[in-house]
């Protein structure tokens, strides 16, 4: 587990599939004033689990949950973006004193009927031929001479055209990794990527009712993840929990938008604890 140091009631984030923790740096050095903030490498980030045993998210699951028991976790607050805001809501059902509150940055919740879609196209052996994300995956070029030509060929890609410079770059350092025969090559091999993306996502729909801690969603506004009728299902299913929408950002949220993001979460996190926190800049969810 990573250790990116702080002040006050332990906090721990979970990353998305493909993102390191130390990609998020942006965002959690924004945290540390005032949470000590701890993240757990998760699937090809940890010498523990093979690709081979990866059949759904549920060893996912089980890997971040050791790795919290094993940190004696009770009454931490819970982040999480992507694959990890999915993984720790399941360890919150099945843990419901681990955290005092719980902060979901793009949760995958497929509505049910995207969900029947996908389970279709798993079940026709049809999942990575249609699933968008795994193509480019496949061809993701995974040898650079170093990490500032890495910088260059992903300053150029348009998934990262929101995310400055800075944001990039802590993205670039947490990805590479010094290659057998020079330069650098991915942490985050594609095979991994691709098998996450292909196993899930969970259906927490039938489960999420029973979370203990308060909730906060944080949606990007331009997202293609969490959509509206999935926002829609979550308002009726988690009544009492927080939705806020981050404007011009997209599933990437808290590499785009980290001081916005960062700014939701303090604001959610303090006003649980009845302090006063800052004012914020996003906007509910129109859902």
Same mark, same amino acid.
């Given at each position: 587990?990573? #250790?990116?140091?702080?002040?006050?009631?332990?906090?721990?984030?979970?990353? /998305? !599939?493909?993102?390191?923790?130390?990609?998020? &740096?942006?965002?959690?050095?924004?945290?540390?004033?005032? %949470?000590?903030?701890?993240?757990?490498?998760?699937?090809?980030?940890?010498?523990?689990? !093979?690709?081979?045993?990866?059949?759904?998210?549920?060893?996912?699951?089980?890997?971040? $949950?050791?790795?919290?028991?094993?940190?004696?976790?009770?009454?931490?607050?819970?982040?999480?973006?992507?694959?990890?805001? +999915?993984?720790?809501?399941?360890?919150?059902? *099945?843990?419901? #004193? +681990?955290?005092? /509150?719980?902060? @979901?940055?793009?949760?995958?919740?497929?509505?049910?009927?995207? @969900?029947?879609?996908?389970?279709?196209? =798993?079940?026709?052996?049809?999942?990575?031929?249609?699933?968008?994300?795994?193509?480019?995956?496949?061809?993701?070029?995974?040898?650079?001479?170093?990490?500032?030509? +890495?910088?260059?060929? %992903? =300053?150029?890609?348009?998934?990262?055209?929101?995310?400055?410079? /800075?944001?990039?770059?802590? %993205?670039? #350092?947490?990805?590479?990794?010094?290659?057998?025969?020079?330069?650098?090559?991915?942490? %985050?091999?594609?095979?991994? $990527?691709?098998?996450?993306?292909?196993?899930?996502? +969970?259906?927490?729909?039938?489960?999420?009712?029973?979370?203990?801690?308060?909730?906060?969603?944080? *949606?990007?506004? $331009?997202?293609?993840?969490? *959509?509206?009728? /999935?926002?829609? *299902?979550?308002?009726?299913?988690?009544?009492?929990?927080?939705?806020?929408?981050?404007?011009?950002?997209?599933?990437?949220?808290?590499?785009?938008?980290?001081?916005?993001?960062? $700014?939701?979460?303090?604001?959610? @996190?303090?006003?649980?604890?009845?302090?006063?926190?800052?004012?914020?800049?996003?906007?509910? &969810?129109?859902?």
């Amino acid at each position: 587990m990573i #250790d990116f140091g702080g002040a006050g009631p332990p906090l721990h984030f979970a990353h /998305a !599939n493909g993102y390191p923790p130390e990609a998020y &740096a942006p965002l959690l050095t924004r945290l540390t004033p005032h %949470y000590h903030v701890r993240a757990a490498r998760l699937g090809p980030l940890r010498s523990s689990r !093979n690709l081979a045993s990866l059949k759904s998210w549920q060893p996912l699951v089980d890997d971040l $949950e050791a790795d919290l028991l094993a940190q004696g976790a009770q009454g931490w607050v819970g982040v999480g973006h992507s694959l990890g805001a +999915m993984l720790t809501t399941t360890v919150a059902l *099945r843990w419901p #004193d +681990m955290f005092s /509150a719980l902060v @979901l940055i793009e949760p995958v919740l497929l509505s049910l009927r995207l @969900l029947s879609v996908w389970n279709l196209l =798993r079940w026709a052996g049809l999942a990575r031929a249609a699933h968008p994300l795994i193509p480019g995956a496949l061809r993701r070029r995974r040898h650079f001479a170093g990490a500032d030509e +890495m910088f260059t060929r %992903y =300053r150029q890609a348009p998934i990262f055209g929101r995310i400055d410079d /800075a944001g990039l770059r802590a %993205y670039v #350092d947490a990805l590479a990794q010094p290659a057998p025969g020079g330069g650098v090559t991915l942490s %985050y091999p594609p095979e991994w $990527e691709v098998a996450i993306y292909a196993t899930g996502p +969970m259906n927490l729909w039938g489960r999420l009712g029973r979370l203990k801690p308060p909730v906060l969603v944080v *949606r990007g506004q $331009e997202t293609d993840t969490l *959509r509206p009728a /999935a926002v829609r *299902r979550l308002r009726r299913t988690l009544p009492n929990a927080h939705v806020v929408e981050v404007p011009h950002t997209g599933h990437l949220a808290p590499l785009e938008a980290p001081a916005a993001v960062a $700014e939701a979460t303090l604001t959610f @996190l303090k006003d649980k604890q009845g302090q006063p926190g800052p004012r914020i800049s996003t906007h509910g &969810a129109k859902g």
